[in-house]
């Protein structure tokens, strides 16, 4: 589902809190939650959006959370989330700890979703009894892009499928506590792979025998970000899962819980970036129009070459016929462009006739847009706002230059 957001609406929140700016739909949010309900648990990879209050409304509607830093951590603490008691609203997913971290998931009873043999002896000799979940890299992967496959040898995720014994003789060693096993083989996974994932999760239970509580499905689901992709059929994605863990149950003699880790697939489509044209030129045969976002703001399409779907809001109400353009952003470096293909490659894009002073509109950006936002060129942080409803709340302010050189002056 996508965002039902009015023109007036856009526009009078960039007047309000000025441009760029992300604006969220919590209605969006929380159909896409509800599209998974079939899962036992449904745990946000908060890669995808950290804010707290983002994380609120998660808690609120019962959804469990995945953290990868210390970082992540505290923010799911700050937005109510706990593990102690036997609770497991938050988990701990990485291939290695450090020491920071290793202290705060003992101190907070989070379970570990263990990527590698070097985590277990290392929680395991501070914190005998300690939950694990153990991450599997099955051999092979898949993923929308090569940065963004987790799978295979080529993959740095994961405990290689063939040392299972190895980790399963250290959690015994240990007296660490197995919740299950978990298998994540990328971002952008097919049902051709996705039905391989659960063939190599049933298999590998079997093989060793494992007794598990619980297996968890990873993330991956991806979102139509192009007109004519096709959406992930959520009962189809479930029932292949489900079949899974019956066969699963029916080896251990007891109910398996059935957890998924979706990230882009709760949060991509309820956000847009909001991004004001501040100069339109002609470079060879070529129009650049240029907006007051760049990578450091919307990193994709830069990094992954990304597509996303990019609109005119105008700022008059003068007709504007289709051209093909390419849309910049402001940073001093070319690869600064919001419309590039596959290595990096300068692509052209139709687009209603764009004036300075027009806004644009950057769709399906409210997953790893803010959360992979840098200060690079020394821009500070760009403002979040959420709608629910008739409701609209700044859920994070700008950052200020002030903010980013205290970081600096204060350090001496
Ligand atoms: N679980 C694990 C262990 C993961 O590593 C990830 C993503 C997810 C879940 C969530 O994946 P999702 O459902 O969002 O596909 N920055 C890239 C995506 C990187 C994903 C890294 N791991 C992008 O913008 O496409």
Redesign the pocket.
């Known amino acids: 589902m996508k965002p039902d957001f009015s023109p007036a609406l856009l526009s009078s929140l960039v007047q309000r809190y000025g441009s760029p700016l992300w604006v969220y739909d919590a209605a969006v949010v929380r159909a896409n939650i509800a599209a998974l309900r079939a899962f036992d648990t449904i745990r946000f990879?908060q890669?995808?959006n950290s804010n707290v209050h983002l994380l609120r409304l998660m808690r609120e509607a019962g959804v469990k959370v995945?953290a990868?830093s210390l970082g992540e951590i505290d923010r799911a603490l700050a937005a109510g989330y706990s593990s102690r008691d036997g609770e497991s609203g938050i988990v701990f997913?990485a291939d290695l700890i450090d020491r920071a971290t290793l202290e705060r998931v003992i101190e907070e009873e989070i379970p570990v979703n263990a990527g590698s043999i070097d985590m277990i002896h290392q929680l395991g000799e501070l914190a005998p009894g300690h939950r694990v979940w153990l991450?599997i890299n099955p051999g092979f992967g898949h993923g929308?892009s090569n940065?963004?496959n987790?799978g295979g040898e080529q993959s740095k995720?994961g405990i290689w499928h063939t040392q299972l014994p190895q980790a399963l003789a250290a959690i015994k060693r240990y007296g660490l506590h197995l919740v299950g096993l978990?298998m994540?083989i990328g971002?952008?996974v097919d049902y051709r792979h996705l039905e391989e994932v659960c063939g190599a999760m049933v298999a590998l239970i079997r093989k060793h025998a494992i007794q598990v509580e619980a297996i968890s499905a990873?993330?991956?689901?991806?979102i139509p970000y192009r007109q004519d992709d096709p959406r992930v059929d959520t009962e189809h994605y479930f029932s292949i899962w489900n079949a899974a863990r019956n066969e699963i149950s029916a080896q251990t003699g007891h109910p398996v819980h059935l957890e998924i880790?979706?990230?882009?697939?709760l949060v991509a489509e309820a956000g847009v970036m909001l991004a004001e044209v501040r100069a339109v030129k002609e470079v060879g045969t070529r129009q650049f129009v240029l907006v007051d976002a760049g990578f450091n703001d919307l990193m994709?399409p830069s990094?992954?070459g990304?597509y996303h779907e990019i609109s005119l809001l105008p700022g008059d109400q003068s007709v504007r016929a289709p051209r093909r353009v390419v849309v910049g952003g402001p940073l001093c470096e070319s690869g600064d462009v919001f419309t590039q293909g596959d290595g990096g490659v300068v692509l052209e894009r139709e687009l209603d006739e764009a004036k300075v002073g027009d806004l644009l509109v950057f769709h399906d950006a409210g997953?790893?847009g803010a959360s992979?936002s840098s200060n690079y060129n020394s821009r500070p942080l760009i403002p979040e706002v959420l709608i629910d409803g008739e409701s609209q709340r700044l859920i994070r302010r700008r950052q200020t230059v002030a903010e980013l050189l205290a970081l600096e002056l204060e350090a001496s």
């Open positions: 990879a890669k995808a995945d990868v997913t991450r929308h940065k963004t987790t995720h978990h994540h971002s952008g990873g993330g991956g689901l991806s880790e979706p990230g882009r697939y994709r990094m992954y990304a997953a790893y992979m």
